[in-house]
Nanobody, 125 residues
Framework: QVQLVESGGGLVQSGGSLRLSCTASGSRFNFDAMGWYRQAPGMQRELVAMSTSGSTPVYADSVKGRFTISRGPAKNTVYLWLNSLKPEDSAVYYC???????????????????WGQGTQVTVSS
């Protein structure tokens, strides 16, 4: 059973910084993509940043230049550095891992999509 566990959330003042971490357990293969979504109260979950193997990281326009995503040296870890935080960045941040993997000798592939439980980030003004 694959599990993603986030950590690093908390309460910070506007302009402050945080680092979120996500570590996966239970997987025998490296994830194609790992990244972060967030969801504020009453809002839809939105993509914050995504790191896909072999591709340039993707960021939401609202966080470009302030947030940085990085895959860790350890297998299936991902970090998100949140700088110059604003009150509107307050949300529950969710780690996501997705892609596809070979499931048999014929080369058939199956998609996977895993989510963490989320970590709260609150930015006070």
């Amino acid at each position: 059973q694959v599990q993603l566990v986030e950590s690093g959330g908390g309460l910070v003042q506007s302009g402050g910084s945080l680092r979120l971490s996500c570590t996966a357990s239970g997987s025998r293969f490296n994830f194609d993509a790992m990244g972060w979504y967030r969801q504020a109260p009453g809002m839809q979950r939105e993509l914050v940043a995504m790191s896909t193997s072999g591709s340039t990281p993707v960021y939401a326009d609202s966080v470009k230049g302030r947030f940085t995503i990085s895959r860790g040296p350890a297998k299936n870890t991902v970090y998100l550095w949140l700088n110059s935080l604003k009150p509107e960045d307050s949300a529950v941040y969710y780690c996501n891992a997705h892609g596809s993997r070979v499931i048999n000798v014929e080369g058939a592939r199956a998609a996977y999509d895993y989510w963490g439980q989320g970590t709260q980030v609150t930015v006070s003004s």
